[in-house]
DNA sequence: CTGGTCAGTGTAACCGGTTACACCGCTGGT
DNA sequence: ACCAGCGGTGTAACCGGTTACACTGACCAG
């Protein structure tokens, strides 16, 4: 900025103003100014900016892994509040490490004005640990009560939608009805599982034997899906804790020459835009990913604009069972 | 850091050198300071250090969407690579508008080390104008040779996969192959159309009435599959420009009754990682994804670490066909 | 003619760190 | 006894912008 004020005879504070409308400027001087920087390729350095402004315009974005259809998702969800917010995003995958949460956490100080955490395991403590203390932040899908005020949390119903696809299936006549859960340490996982349970229990179902660990990947679902086909009491439905397992069971069902849902009905968790045309279309729980990602930077911004705490608050977000073929409903 | 230093009754020198191990501090001072930082909550200012450092260990990454299997695969190659390289990523989408390009690409500067930039419409010019000088950047399928030193091209052997694909295809028989192109102004799909029509000018036939205009979502290959469904010449193969719209047009065929492979033959582009747990498993040509990710890391690292221009470039990553189920071919 | 207003501009402090350099006191070799 | 060397620490300049404040000259109302 040195060079271009001095290559267009003013001062840094002109030259200033001049890129950011922020006080009276000549307009031959302005002319002779705009000319310089392009000669120049003269690009205001956001990082002094941010410095100076303390405001960065940039939200983080810290969650598990930057794989897989539901983040892709989330990611769009975000990106599009963000922009509409005219905010920019710092994205960094904590991989389910605590090292890595706070790394990335860490990294983020000075550089964002808000931030949105998604954490499967590591507790609200550890992420306020490792962050300045008036940093405004959304939990996504958070077990506990946020311990600060300028922490908020933003869920799912997981406990619904699993228990509404519990009974769903349970509706259409199935008795053994199996579970793919997810990762063992997800709170959503547990959530699902849970409900499941809860759901089968009180229609007087044993769910032994039902239950099958997996880890959200479709690789998962396969393996889960293979075993399932094996068994001498084979399950008449499958109620995967995610769509991504779910294609998974169903890649490995009809591997082994079960149809879907005549075999074996399946149902998922999600509802990723490709479930609805997948074959047979998956009957799944929707989840309003974008909206998570939309509320989260709405929530975000209200505090960065205002300076003020965020006013610590949980909100749970519905989920819905939408019925495709998958599961053999009726059309 | 000024409050921690007062606060431990030492200077702000000692702590920095305590907090970065980059000079001597006795050990009752950094025990001292450590207590202090911790209760103090103190959380380096990353904007500041960037600004002393110049260094800011972060890649900057410019898609045009942060949508789908294949942003989603991209996006986890370049986290995979920085993460090994020790860097962070600050993200755009630039939704292929040229204001907005322009917005994210000033966005990044003094915020990162290096650039990623996936441009399907925008000129490398364009690109030059908005960034400081001496900025490395790795372009990714970029058509036109780059215009400066500073640019890199990493781009994918479109023309090779896509004539794999209709040649594939033709060895089974088929003569009325369809085309699902991806969006017009995109290079790769401008590539992969070409290169199916000059195979089947090549084989003696005819494309007229069998390219299908898309912009790569399921959406698109749903429609496309619906007016592929009705035709009186109906073609017998369909080659889709990606694996987004092979799984659309799967949809819309079965939901007019044909039978895949049996009545009709599909193959996508891509190889994302769903396309293999697909019923019928999805034919497709592979492209190295996480390698394309992997590889642009790589030389920005490179380049970054020895502060030297990148050399320019232009690499082109081979791409492979993998034969599955959904074209009809015998295992 | 004078004082106030305002467009247009410059000077310098400041944001929050890093680091070159200076300084002090102690140890140990000669 | 003297000086080099080193551990431990402080001072202040610097990174690249923003902005409060001061200043100048033109214009205008009283």
Redesign the pocket.
């Known amino acids: ?2 060079d ?2 001095r290559k267009a ?9 001049c ?2 409308d ?9 002319l002779r100014i705009e000319r310089v920087a392009e000669e120049l390729r ?4 956001r ?3 941010s ?4 405001r960065t315009h940039t939200l983080g974005v810290v969650v598990p892994d930057l794989h897989g259809a539901f983040f892709s998702e989330l990611l769009r969800g975000l990106d599009q509040a963000a922009r509409a917010h005219r905010y920019h995003l710092l994205v960094a995958g904590s991989h389910g490490s605590k090292d890595e949460i706070r790394a990335a956490l860490r990294s983020m ?2 550089r964002v004005d808000g931030l949105v955490v998604m954490n499967p395991d590591v507790s609200a403590f550890t992420i306020e640990a490792n962050l300045p203390p008036r940093l405004p932040v959304v939990l996504l899908g958070e077990r506990d009560r946020p311990a600060s005020e300028n922490l908020d949390t933003l869920g799912i119903d997981n406990a619904a939608g699993a228990a509404a696809m519990t009974r769903h299936l349970l509706g259409l006549g199935h008795q053994r009805i199996a579970h793919l859960a997810g990762t063992a340490s997800n709170h959503d996982a547990a959530e699902r599982l849970r409900a499941y349970r809860e759901t089968m229990a009180a229609a007087g179902l044993s769910t032994d034997g039902l239950v099958f660990e997996g880890d959200f990947t479709e690789e998962a679902g396969y393996r889960a899906g293979e075993r399932l086909a094996g068994l001498d009491a084979r399950p008449t439905a499958v109620f995967a804790a995610n769509d991504a397992m779910a294609v998974g069971a169903i890649s490995a069902l009809r591997a082994h020459g079960l149809r879907i849902p005549n075999d074996v009905a399946v149902g998922g968790f999600d509802d990723i835009p490709l479930a609805r045309y997948l074959s047979p279309p998956l009957t799944s729980v929707h989840v309003p990913i974008d909206e998570l990602g939309a509320r989260a930077v709405e929530r975000l911004g209200v505090a960065i604009e205002a300076d003020t705490p965020l006013p610590s608050r949980q909100v749970t977000l519905p989920t819905t069972l939408v019925v495709r073929a998958s599961c053999g409903a009726p059309a």
């Open positions: 900025m040195y271009v004020a005879g003013v001062s840094v504070a002109t030259v200033s103003r890129f950011n922020s006080g009276p400027v000549g307009e031959q001087t302005r003269f690009v205001p350095n990082a002094a900016q410095l100076r402004a303390v100080s000075g």
